[in-house]
């Protein structure tokens, strides 16, 4: 049987987007990096996350834009944080993927016991700068892009209301509820958002155009739906709700995949064979299984692929 995944090519790493320029916002009015903006008529906090991967240039792009243009909220506070300045400040075109963090991943590290511990790093020292800050947002957008080819979604994790309100948004029309990962809890997964809505939009691949354009879409959806803009245009359609059945993480070096999945595709079958994880064989657990970000080059102990179903909504 032929797999491919560990020694497959990189996928297109071409830069297609401007880096942006995020030397007049590098100071913010909050704390480095964070712009915050309150309106005399009173709303919601929602807070706009860019650059939690240094890497991940879109949602940068689209905040220097909207901080240029001077955005503001008519209702309640609006706060736009440009989150790992460390690590954007290595991004090199020629090598766009070695700027993702410093020493460790920032979307891993918002436990709150790990923030108050003696462990140092430098996401783990911005991570401690920002966490004050969240106690005080209502609503949270967390902006990325993927590496590998996938449709693009918004993840909800497991609060019911982040999950209504990313099928109310619409955009992506795909909504994925999870369960984290095993290797740390993402911004989304802390404590702080159990019961308030935080969400995480992947908006296609990283570097370019048409993600910079979903992006807007989801964020805008969400200042609109919360009242910090003004609502225009016609309804909008609301998204399909999918959840996790199986998180598969890589037990070994030499996971593959027996063909080459893009995210978003459903395998009609149960029991369809995915991969190999050394000798172990993944297989879909139900009929209709909806593959959510596979990764083909899954490091041991790092999750290669969600596996979920549509609901009823």
Same mark, same amino acid.
């Given at each position: 049987?032929?797999?491919?995944?560990?020694?497959?090519?990189?996928?297109?790493?071409?830069?297609?987007?401007?880096?942006?320029?995020?030397?007049?916002?590098?100071?913010?009015?909050?704390?480095?990096?964070?712009?915050?903006?309150?309106?005399?008529?009173?709303?919601?906090?929602?807070?706009?996350?860019?650059?939690?991967?240094?890497?991940? /240039? *879109? =949602? +940068?792009?689209?905040? %220097? !834009?909207? #901080?240029?243009?001077? $955005?503001?909220?008519?209702?309640?506070?609006?706060?736009?944080?440009?989150?790992?300045?460390?690590?954007?400040?290595?991004?090199?075109?020629?090598?766009?993927?070695?700027?993702?963090?410093?020493?460790?991943?920032?979307?891993?590290?918002?436990?709150?016991?790990?923030?108050?511990?003696?462990?140092?790093?430098?996401?783990?020292?911005?991570?401690?700068?920002?966490?004050?800050?969240?106690?005080?947002?209502?609503?949270?957008?967390?902006?990325?892009?993927?590496?590998?080819?996938?449709?693009?979604?918004? /993840? *909800? =994790? +497991?609060?019911?209301? %982040? !999950?209504? #309100?990313?099928?109310? $948004?619409?955009?992506?029309?795909?909504?994925?509820?999870?369960?984290?990962?095993?290797?740390?809890?993402?911004?989304?997964?802390?404590?702080?958002?159990?019961?308030?809505?935080?969400?995480?939009?992947?908006?296609?691949?990283?570097?370019?155009?048409?993600?910079?354009?979903?992006?807007?879409?989801?964020?805008?959806?969400?200042?609109?739906?919360?009242?910090?803009?003004?609502?225009?245009?016609?309804?909008?359609?609301?998204?399909?709700?999918?959840?996790?059945?199986?998180?598969?993480?890589?037990?070994?070096?030499?996971? +593959?995949?027996?063909?080459?999945?893009?995210?978003?595709?459903?395998?009609?079958?149960?029991?369809?064979?995915?991969?190999?994880?050394?000798?172990?064989?993944?297989?879909?657990?139900?009929?209709?299984?909806?593959?959510?970000?596979?990764?083909?080059?899954?490091?041991?102990?790092?999750?290669?692929?969600?596996?979920?179903?549509?609901?009823?909504?």
């Amino acid at each position: 049987m032929t797999t491919w995944g560990r020694d497959r090519l990189l996928p297109d790493l071409s830069v297609r987007l401007p880096i942006p320029d995020l030397r007049p916002w590098l100071e913010g009015n909050v704390l480095p990096g964070v712009w915050s903006f309150s309106a005399a008529e009173p709303g919601p906090h929602v807070a706009l996350v860019s650059l939690m991967h240094g890497n991940e /240039i *879109a =949602g +940068a792009l689209l905040l %220097a !834009r909207w #901080l240029r243009q001077e $955005l503001r909220p008519v209702r309640g506070r609006l706060t736009f944080i440009f989150a790992n300045t460390a690590a954007f400040a290595r991004f090199d075109p020629a090598d766009p993927t070695i700027s993702r963090f410093i020493d460790e991943d920032l979307n891993r590290v918002w436990d709150d016991r790990l923030l108050a511990s003696a462990r140092r790093s430098a996401e783990l020292d911005r991570a401690r700068a920002l966490r004050p800050l969240m106690d005080e947002v209502d609503v949270l957008l967390d902006l990325h892009s993927m590496l590998w080819p996938s449709d693009p979604l918004i /993840i *909800a =994790g +497991a609060a019911p209301a %982040a !999950r209504a #309100l990313g099928v109310r $948004l619409g955009t992506p029309a795909l909504v994925v509820a999870d369960h984290g990962h095993q290797t740390g809890l993402r911004l989304i997964d802390s404590p702080v958002f159990a019961a308030r809505p935080a969400l995480l939009v992947e908006g296609g691949p990283h570097w370019e155009q048409a993600t910079l354009e979903t992006l807007e879409s989801c964020a805008t959806a969400l200042l609109r739906d919360t009242g910090v803009i003004a609502a225009e245009g016609p309804p909008r359609t609301p998204g399909r709700l999918a959840e996790v059945t199986r998180t598969v993480v890589a037990g070994t070096h030499n996971f +593959a995949f027996v063909q080459d999945f893009r995210g978003g595709t459903v395998i009609p079958r149960r029991n369809t064979l995915l991969a190999l994880d050394g000798e172990q064989e993944i297989r879909t657990p139900h009929d209709d299984c909806l593959l959510i970000m596979p990764s083909p080059r899954a490091l041991r102990g790092h999750t290669a692929v969600r596996l979920a179903r549509y609901t009823g909504n």
